[in-house]
């Protein structure tokens, strides 16, 4: 996956998580969190077949993808919204 802002600019060191609901994406509950690379790139590995959310933190941009056996797949995600915090 890369992690990219919204003129598609790849994003560096941005910590990304996987899920396997959308719900858990939602509440921060992770099946895998990585960093991303200096090309805004990460890998995850070793994910049984199934759906998977992913998101970063602190953003309201998430995408969802099957996982096939054997199959390496690649995404993209592309963050532009921020989640706002209410000023105290």
Do not use: C
Request: no cysteine; net charge negative.
């Amino acid at each position: 996956m890369t992690v990219i802002d919204s003129v598609g600019t790849p994003l560096v060191s941005m910590l990304s998580s996987i899920s396997t609901t959308r719900q858990n994406e939602i509440e921060g509950i992770y099946t895998q969190s990585l960093y991303t690379d200096a090309s805004g790139y990460v890998t995850y590995i070793n994910l049984a077949p199934g759906y998977y959310w992913y998101g970063v933190p602190g953003w309201k941009n998430f995408g969802a993808v099957q996982v096939y056996a054997g199959l390496d797949q690649y995404v993209y995600l592309l963050l532009n919204s921020p989640v706002n915090h209410p000023k105290k």
